[in-house]
Structures are given as structure tokens and as C-alpha cells.
């Protein structure tokens, strides 16, 4: 029996584009001779859906969608959809074949945790689904099911002779390399082999790495489809074949970044991006993701020089344009921020200079990206960092105004792990840029650590308190300053409100600050 893998990129709620990318898989599987072709979870309405599922309209057209599906597929079809059963909802996997639909498995285990909520849409599905094809039993599970191992046990104890397992996973810090655990260990308690297929893609906040993958009876992986891209293959699940290591963890997250820039674009239709580019480490990172997902074509970087403006910051950033090729422009802010000063002088009159006037210079500059933006119809990326945004060491309506966060969920000190791996690849940030240290350079002789702990100590605390939701005391007792963890925790919790008004970005942690983290603004719990 020959399987095909389609590790599709869908679009929620584009159900004619994503109709027909199935239907053009099912095709090409059919020409690579495949007995049967698998999809991922929800393929038809792209996942996650959220509330467009409570619009009934949009649950008839995925029934009417469907049928034409079933009606036009030129080979046995799994697909994933959502399926109305009387007033109950499933997220489901039906097989098409002879121009209907012959079987129908409703997913059993519905995550409420992290970043999913589906028990907000779907109703839990009961039974164990076995199909017969080409002489074979297949057992059909959905995603979270095979992270729990009754479904797997069931589908043995009902007669299956492999299981296949369409998938919606998103990516987090090596989430493969956990996921062919869990498979293993399925494999192992059954004794039966399994294929799985992972969609592909950026989703707001969510990034579906694929890594789609076929997994014998004694827990070997005899195919593997590669990261971060679109793929249909055709396989004999029981002959070996290509089966490419799992990349580095630099490598899965430059590739989920680029992922999700390239498709946040593509799929709420900009026609490019523009970042300000300070001449420091994180919107050097910024720029040279935007390049690998779109092309230089299609990146603008503006550097907005203050009075605070180092030359080498300048030199840095135009070198660094000029080895992308992306256009570039200057526009100097102090007149700017002077003429905000003096508007503001007798308001301000005997009170001294503080952050207020640090961020006039950051609101100059949101104000000219914006207007860039509003201009040229493209996308304005922010460029601030997880270990920032934690404790607020960012301004509201400046470096946080933009439409797409790239490293909203990158921690400070894994910013230079990938800027130092996609140095490896070709030398396109500037080493000066790296070996800086890092500074807003809005007052004289700013440095970070002037405001925050050094970022090895901060990021450490933070995915210990934000990450792995440990208490102040545990992270005390595994040897951090008292001081630090307090003064750490205490930021967090203080600049909820800015946070809020973040702009989207994707999560490549266990916990970003986005549907996974749900905290009061105003609240007194210490």
C-alpha cells in the first residue's frame, strides 16, 4: 500500500483555496500512484477556525465543500474538517472515496490548554474508527488523540493494522524532537506503525512546522518530510526512505520565524514590510528574517538617527543593507523630537528629563514608521524581544507600533544564538552588531544593563516564571539572587497593560505572551 503525506499550508476560512490545494494534492498523489492520500487536522477550514465556527454559514459551506471534494478527488481521501452531527460539533477526518463519504472518525481528546480551546467549539467524539483499504485496517486518530494512549489502544483492540494521524501542530523550542517521542512510544505500546501528517504554515501567533513523518513498528522513523515547507510525497510506509535529521534548535526557530513573516504577509495581503533599523542586534535579526521570508524586493529598513545616534550604529546599519540589497532610507529625528520638547516646555517646566523624553524619541519613530506604512501599503514589523516585553523595557506607540512582532516570543540571549547561526549560512549581519553591547540609545551612554539584569540571569527567570510557571520561591531556591527574581517578577506583573497592546507575533516557546498567557491587567495578587 502506497501512502500519500500532503503536509499542505491551508488558510482559515479560505475554503475554496484550501478545497482546491487538497484537491491539487490528491492529484499530484494520484499521478506518484498512492492507494490513499492523508491530509491534516481541519485542513478544509485551516486551524485554528475559532469562532468562524459558531457561524452556521460557514458550516454549511464547509459540508457543501466537502461533498465536492468527495464528488472530485481522484483517489481515497482523508481529510479534516469540521463535521455537524444534530446540534453537537466535531473536529473530524472523513474518507472520500466513490464520490462520497464512507467513514467518518471524530477526534476523542480536545486540548483546553496552552494555546487551544477547543472545547469552546467541539463536542467529544466516542468511538475507535477503523477503515479497510487496499487489504488494510487503518485506524484514524486526530492530533491530540495520539498524545493520550487509549485511542491508539482502542484502535488496536478494533482491529487496526496501522494508524494514521492528521495532524495541527504548532511549533514551540523543539517540539519535534518531543513529538517523535510521544509517537514512539505509541508505537511501542501497540505494536502497530504509524503515519503522521502535520500541516505547514503561519497562523497569527502560531507557526505549523510540518515534519510530517512515518514511523515503523519498532519505532523507527523510515520517512520524514522536511521543516517549514509545503510538501506531498507518496510513500511504501514499510520500505525505508528519506528520513533528514532534525535541524538544531537555531536552525527550527530561523525557519518558524521566517514561516511566519512570509505567510502573515501573504495571507492578510501586504505588499511587503518595513522595519526601523537601529544598527543593534534585534532589528538586525528582524531584517534579515523579512529578507529570507520575501525577498529584498520586498524589505524597506529605515534607520531614524537621534542626537544619541552612534555613527557606528549608522555605518553598521548601511552596511548591513547593502550586503541584503533591501531599499533603505535616513530620516533624522531631532528636529522632531525638539519641536515635541518645546510644544511641551512650559507642561514640563522645573520637572528634570527622564523617560518621558526617551520615549518622544521612540514615539518620533513609530509615528514616521507608521506614516510609511499607511503611504505604502506595507507592514510595519516591530522588532522588541521576549526578555523586553516581559518587563516593559519598550514604548507604547513607539518601537512597540508596528503590525507584526517577529521576536515577540524570542528571548534576548537566544537573539544572538540566531544571529550568530544565520551567519553560518552567509554573512549577512554585521559582527560589529553582535559584539555591541546592546543599548535604546536615547540618552547618553545607554547601555541595557543600566535598566536590567544582565540577560543570561533575566531570560533564565523569565522562562522559569513565564516558561515552566514556576513560583518566585522555587526560582529562589535554585540558587537566583532573591533581589533579581523579585525585581524580575515584580516588572512582569506591572506591564501587563503594555503587553495587551502588543502587536501579534509567533510563539516559539512552550508559553508566549499571546492565547497561552492570560493574566489581569488589574489585579493585586503578589
Known amino acids: 500500500m502506497r501512502i500519500g503525506l500532503a503536509q499542505i499550508n491551508p488558510t482559515v476560512g479560505d475554503l475554496p483555496g484550501n478545497a482546491a490545494r487538497i484537491l491539487a494534492a490528491a492529484h499530484d498523489a494520484a499521478a506518484q500512484g498512492a492507494d490513499l492520500l492523508v491530509t491534516p487536522e481541519l485542513a478544509l477550514t485551516g486551524y485554528p477556525p475559532e469562532d468562524l465556527l459558531l457561524r452556521g454559514h460557514f458550516l454549511d459551506d464547509c459540508a457543501s465543500r466537502l461533498a465536492e471534494l468527495a464528488a472530485q478527488t481522484p483517489l481515497p481521501l482523508l481529510v479534516g474538517h469540521p463535521h455537524r452531527a444534530g446540534k453537537a460539533l466535531f473536529n473530524a477526518a ?9 467513514a467518518t472518525a471524530h477526534k476523542r481528546h480536545l486540548p483546553n490548554a496552552e494555546v487551544f480551546d477547543e472545547k469552546r467549539y467541539f463536542a467529544e467524539g466516542r468511538a475507535a474508527t477503523v477503515f479497510e483499504l487496499a487489504g488494510e485496517r487503518i485506524g484514524v486518530a486526530i492530533c491530540e488523540d495520539i498524545w ?10 478494533a482491529g487496526a493494522q496501522r494508524i494514521v494521524v492528521l495532524n495541527a501542530s504548532p511549533y514551540h523550542l523543539d517540539k519535534p524532537h518531543a513529538r517523535e517521542a510521544v509517537l514512539r512510544q505509541r508505537v511501542v505500546e501497540t505494536g502497530l506503525p504509524l503515519v503522521y501528517v502535520n500541516a505547514v504554515g503561519g497562523q497569527d501567533e502560531l507557526v505549523f512546522d510540518g515534519g510530517s513523518l512515518v514511523m515503523a513498528a519498532d519505532g523507527c522513523v523510515r520517512h520524514r518530510l522536511p521543516a517549514c515547507v509545503e510538501a506531498v510525497r507518496v510513500v511504501d510506509p514499510d520500505q525505508p526512505g528519506e528520513a533528514p535529521d532534525i535541524a538544531s534548535v537555531e536552525q527550527q526557530v530561523w525557519q518558524a520565524l521566517v514561516l511566519a513573516v512570509r505567510d502573515y504577509v501573504r495571507k492578510c495581503g501586504f505588499s511587503g514590510v518595513l522595519l526601523g533599523l537601529s544598527g543593534g542586534i534585534d532589528s538586525a535579526v528582524v531584517l ?8 529584498p524586493e520586498r524589505v524597506e529598513a ?7 545616534t552612534a555613527d557606528i550604529s549608522v555605518t553598521d546599519s548601511r552596511d548591513m543593507v547593502a550586503r541584503l540589497g533591501v531599499a533603505y532610507q535616513e530620516i533624522a529625528i531631532g528636529e522632531i523630537t525638539s519641536r515635541f520638547e518645546a510644544a511641551l516646555a512650559t507642561a514640563f517646566a522645573g520637572t528634570p528629563p527622564d523617560t518621558t523624553e526617551e520615549n518622544l524619541q521612540a514615539r518620533s519613530r513609530g509615528t514616521l514608521l507608521m506614516a510609511l506604512s499607511n503611504k505604502g501599503g506595507k ?5 522588541g524581544n521576549k526578555s523586553e516585553m516581559a518587563v516593559g523595557y519598550a514604548t507604547l506607540y513607539g518601537d512597540m507600533a508596528g503590525g507584526f512582532a517577529v521576536l515577540r516570543d524570542v528571548a534576548k ?6 544571529a550568530n547561526w544565520r551567519n553560518t549560512q552567509s554573512d549577512v549581519i554585521p559582527q560589529r552588531i553582535i559584539t555591541r553591547p546592546p543599548s535604546a540609545e536615547l540618552r547618553p551612554d545607554q547601555r541595557d544593563q543600566d535598566s536590567l539584569p544582565p540577560y543570561d540571569i533575566l531570560d533564565a527567570i523569565l522562562a522559569r516564571y513565564v516558561e515552566q510557571n514556576e513560583s518566585p520561591a522555587a526560582i529562589i531556591a535554585a540558587g537566583f539572587a532573591p533581589a533579581d527574581v523579585d525585581r524580575v517578577v515584580g516588572l512582569i506583573r506591572r506591564n501587563e497593560y503594555k503587553r495587551r497592546q502588543a502587536a501579534v507575533g509567533p510563539r516559539i516557546t512552550p508559553r508566549g505572551f499571546g492565547k497561552d498567557w492570560r493574566y489581569p491587567i488589574a489585579a493585586r495578587f503578589t
Open 379 to 383: 507592514l510595519v514589523l516591530t522588532t
Open 148 to 157: 493520550q494512549p487509549d485511542v491508539a489502544a482502542d484502535l488496536k483492540a
Open 413 to 418: 540571549t537566544l537573539v544572538y544564538r540566531l
Open 288 to 295: 534579515a528574517v523579512a529578507t529570507d521570508a520575501l525577498g
Open 302 to 308: 529605515v534607520m531614524m538617527p537621534s542626537r544619541y
Open 94 to 102: 472523513s474518507l472520500l472515496l466513490g464520490g462520497r463519504v464512507q
